[in-house]
T-cell receptor
Framework: DAGVIQSPRHEVTEMGQEVTLRCKPI?????LFWYRQTMMRGLELLIY????????DSGMPEDRFSAKMPNASFSTLKIQPSEPRDSAVYFC????????????????FGPGTRLTVT | KNQVEQSPQSLIILEGKNCTLQ??????????LRWYKQDTGRGPVSLTI?????NTKSNGRYTATLDADTKQSSLHITASQLSDSASYIC????????????FGSGTRLSIRP
């Protein structure tokens, strides 16, 4: 298996521009997570999908951020308009999880997208 | 408030030596605790995962312990290698919630030859 695939690996954009990050989860996984990592705040969960449905988006910082999962093999995280404080590494992770079941599941992280907003 | 505290923030040891990283948490109700290794420029990779009933788990030279009573965990690395240089992140999950995941700030470990 190729693991979780993210694109692009690096993105440099100017303030105000729209940014779209992409993720392909591991085949067969039904849960997908978007995280943001900065030196100051560490890893933060932004949003979690189960069976393509957003379950918890309480970590999304503000309305400029939106995420979609149109099917089981693809998700996007969009920032519009982008701001310099959005500069971070954005990780996508996937796992198999059954709502109401045991939570001893494993999350597999992608390589991340390093976003720089100037 | 759900929190995960890791210590030390950073650690430098010589190749071949052992070391122990600490994690204290206040997440409740507790479901599981995971240790991740994150190499520079890469995504985190799981080393161990432990539930309430488990108090030790090994993965090669990595051994994690869990004391659910005192809400403490440790990650012991034996006979360190240069490739162990990375950040080690403790992650605690709450019961019945895939998204109540609390991350520690990590310990940055450097192995010197």
């Amino acid at each position: 298996d190729a693991g979780v695939i993210q694109s692009p690996r690096h993105e440099v954009t100017e303030m105000g521009q729209e940014v779209t990050l992409r993720c392909k989860p591991i085949s067969g996984h039904n849960s997908l997570f978007w995280y943001r990592q900065t030196m100051m705040r560490g890893l933060e969960l932004l949003i979690y999908f189960n069976n393509n449905v957003p379950i918890d988006d309480s970590g999304m910082p503000e309305d400029r951020f939106s995420a979609k999962m149109p099917n089981a093999s693809f998700s996007t995280l969009k920032i519009q308009p982008s701001e310099p404080r959005d500069s971070a590494v954005y990780f996508c992770a996937s796992s198999f999880y059954q709502l109401g079941g045991t939570v001893s599941y494993e999350q597999y992280f992608g390589p991340g997208t390093r976003l720089t907003v100037t | 408030k759900n929190q995960v505290e890791q210590s030390p923030q950073s650690l430098i040891i010589l190749e071949g030596k052992n070391c122990t990283l600490q994690c204290n948490y206040t997440v409740s109700p507790f479901s599981n605790l995971r240790w991740y290794k994150q190499d520079t420029g890469r995504g985190p990779v799981s080393l161990t995962i432990m539930t309430f009933s488990e108090n030790t788990k090994s993965n090669g030279r990595y051994t994690a312990t869990l004391d659910a009573d005192t809400k403490q965990s440790s990650l012991h690395i034996t006979a360190s290698q240069l490739s162990d240089s990375a950040s080690y992140i403790c992650v605690v999950s709450a019961v019945r919630s895939a998204s109540k995941i609390i991350f520690g700030s990590g310990t940055r470990l450097s192995i010197r030859p």
